[in-house]
């Protein structure tokens, strides 16, 4: 659970933790333009201008180049982040995701949500077994089935990989409320996953996890393992 609580679940972090820690709540977007470019691997630091000052963001890689207007949606700012990557420390830098318009004119952004009519239709099968539960029952049945295994069968509607490790995938299989939230379940894993995939997941229940910020989930299915 410690590194449960020092998780962000809503980050896309490369390379090593170090001394990151979350600012107080964030905006939920920035809009600048692009000064500086920098590509590591599977992901995109972008020196951006904007009207409060410069700032450095971090996305999924991604084609931009210098003097394109973007927009930095699911914003979290992080201060003193270090990568090793770049080998450099930012005092302050936000994390989040291309918006729709930039990706559309710059190429797909890998972690990005599905289309809410996507989501909305979604049908999956309960996962089979003794453990296999819908994402309904997870959250209808939380006290009993808290820090014990359960298997979901759900779709794949957002990713965020490699924070503290880790993968944090969103999974819908038609059942719960959008008006409660219970039809939204977050997955750990190590494994990969990918938006639009129906895949199944077995891992541990947490319950009442607060990650910081502002992040709490009522229920969170922690080390999971995959199967498509």
Do not use: C
Not at 39 to 65: H, S
Not at 89 to 110: C, E, M, N, P, Y
Not at 152 to 177: A, E, F, I, P, Y
């Amino acid at each position: 659970m410690r590194v449960l609580l020092a998780a962000m679940a809503f980050l896309m972090v490369h390379g090593a933790w170090a001394a990151g820690n979350p600012a107080a709540p964030p905006q939920s977007s920035f809009k600048g333009e692009v000064l500086e470019v920098k590509d590591v691997d599977a992901y995109t630091y972008l020196r951006l201008k904007t009207r409060e000052g410069e700032l450095w963001a971090a996305v999924t890689r991604a084609q931009v180049k210098p003097g394109a207007e973007v927009t930095i949606e699911n914003a979290t700012v992080m201060s003193n982040f270090e990568s090793k990557a770049l080998k450099r420390k930012f005092d302050r830098i936000v994390f989040g995701s291309l918006g729709a318009s930039t990706a559309a004119g710059q190429g797909t952004v890998h972690g990005s949500p599905a289309k809410a009519s996507d989501a909305a239709n979604v049908k999956v099968a309960r996962a089979a077994g003794p453990d296999g539960r819908t994402v309904a029952e997870i959250f209808g049945k939380k006290g009993a089935l808290k820090d014990k295994a359960v298997v979901v069968r759900g779709k794949v509607v957002k990713v965020t990989q490699n924070v503290m490790g880790k993968n944090w995938v969103h999974l819908r299989d038609g059942t719960g409320s959008s008006a409660d939230q219970t039809n939204d379940l977050l997955v750990t894993t190590r494994e990969q996953a990918q938006v639009g995939d129906v895949i199944v997941a077995k891992g541990v229940l947490r319950t009442e996890v607060d990650l910081g910020s502002g992040y709490k989930y009522a229920v969170l299915v922690d080390g999971a393992t995959l199967q498509k």
